[in-house]
């Protein structure tokens, strides 16, 4: 007999299975780290051939989020993340048999499709089928398979670098081909949302779903629930309508990337370079900032239910503002010699995976109603993904021209920003079932 005080195998099981696609996610993005070099040696690129290979994955990404909104609503969460599955698959196999630097990109843009739409469709899915009190810690699980993803991507392009003699970087695109077939095996092993197919007026097949998922009465109740809701808001949901929850999800989505984690995971060796660690060592080091990154992301799946999105969106906070002043005020002062700037970052990653990490989001994936969420989700994640671009663009810039110190210092200020924005304005949402957000969020008319 299933109950709902404890976590149901088969919610458990679906949930973890479209949270694979953000493992892909955080392999796709990182495992360019160890492949531009070789890929840069090779074909003889100048910098703004360079820059066109790393950003290329970015402009599919664009496109998969600007198209993952219609796609989703028309054929189905699950059937549009298949289609992420597949893009990353091509994208694997295409770039470790690219023929020419063109198929390269190309096979790159395809990849940057699939992290698009699993970015919106792979966390909301979760939200979807996730229990309502035990919802934050199953969207985690998201954010847990991205730094697995990461760190995978980390480890083998160490391998591949070490082992094979010349290119590469063809095995280490290659080697996201595995992960991508089990990702479409297990898919075929999961149904549809049940809110999809309220929304499509198919209810005895969402009341089947869900009757497989929840205790039958519970079933029956948030069935009711998300009929009731679907009736309520049609034709009368709108994305004006969530203007509230929409600017929370959009200045958490920014301000998440402004704190600096990407430029912190991505130049992490040219910063331990800056600070007199080279060679290996920042290698080393980056693999440990990936370990650090995955396991405290288990703290936010064990506490996001039960202390709250808010309570843990400002103890990391705290955390990560401490850890950025003191990191500008070595540089500063020039101290970064030694083991305590090491420290400092391994304490700002600790803190940004318990808490912007996982909660961001866990929040955006919670707060919208049924008819306008994938909208909403969409713009969130492009407006997230436009902030990486900012980051990727202004950051090397920053360092070159204003220093490390100031560079570090302006994160830390964006933080703070966020720290009194999270205090103030984003309201706790542990416990509530998705159609109770209305009460909390939606603009009244």
Not at 165 to 179: I, K, N
Request: net charge positive; hydrophobic share 55%.
């Amino acid at each position: 007999m299933r109950t709902t005080t404890n976590v149901d195998r088969r919610t458990n099981f679906i949930c973890l299975t479209v949270a694979i696609g953000g493992l892909l996610f955080g392999f796709d993005t990182a495992v360019i780290s160890g492949a531009v070099g070789l890929i840069k040696s090779q074909y003889a690129l100048d910098t703004v051939r360079e820059g066109w290979f790393v950003s290329s994955g970015l402009v599919g990404c664009i496109a998969g989020v600007l198209v993952s909104g219609a796609l989703s609503d028309r054929i189905g969460r699950k059937r549009t993340v298949v289609l992420s599955a597949l893009s990353f698959l091509l994208s694997g196999i295409g770039c470790g048999l690219a023929g020419g630097f063109d198929m390269l990109v190309a096979a790159r843009i395809v990849g940057g499709i699939g992290v698009g739409m699993a970015s919106v469709i792979s966390p909301m899915m979760i939200a979807e089928f996730a229990p309502a009190e035990k919802r934050g810690r199953m969207i985690a699980y998201y954010q847990l398979a991205i730094t697995v993803g990461i760190l995978l991507a980390y480890c083998s392009d160490a391998l591949f670098a070490a082992r094979v003699p010349e290119e590469a970087w063809r095995p280490m695109f290659l080697a996201m081909a595995a992960p991508s077939i089990v990702f479409l095996l297990l898919l075929a092993r999961i149904p549809e949302s049940p809110r999809w197919l309220v929304a499509r007026g198919q209810n005895e097949k969402a009341l089947g779903v869900l009757k497989g998922l929840r205790p039958e009465m519970a079933a029956e109740k948030e069935f009711s629930a998300i009929f009731d809701a679907s009736v309520r808001d049609s034709g009368r949901v709108s994305l004006a309508s969530v203007r509230v929850p929409l600017l929370i999800g959009i200045l958490l989505a920014v301000f998440q990337q402004f704190s600096g984690i990407n430029a912190i995971i991505y130049y992490g060796p040219s910063i331990f370079e800056a600070a007199g660690i080279g060679g290996n060592n920042a290698l080393i080091f980056q693999v440990i900032i990936g370990a650090i990154n995955m396991s405290f992301t288990f703290v936010a799946i064990k506490w996001s239910d039960k202390y709250g999105r808010k309570f843990l969106l400002k103890a990391g906070l705290a955390g990560i503002i401490f850890s950025l002043v003191c990191c500008g005020a070595l540089f500063y002062s020039g101290h970064t010699q030694g083991i305590v700037l090491l420290l400092l970052l391994l304490l700002y990653i600790a803190c940004f995976a318990f808490s912007l990490g996982p909660v961001t989001w866990i929040i955006i994936n919670e707060i919208f109603p049924t008819r306008v969420r994938v909208q909403a989700v969409s713009i969130c994640t492009m407006a997230l993904w436009i902030a990486v671009w900012v980051v990727g663009q202004f950051f090397p810039w920053m360092l070159a021209k204003a220093g490390a110190a100031v560079t570090f210092w302006l994160f830390a200020a964006f933080s703070v920003a966020n720290f009194l924005f999270s205090w103030r304005v984003v309201k706790e949402t542990k416990g509530k079932t998705l159609e109770e957000m209305e009460s909390v969020f939606i603009s009244p008319h």
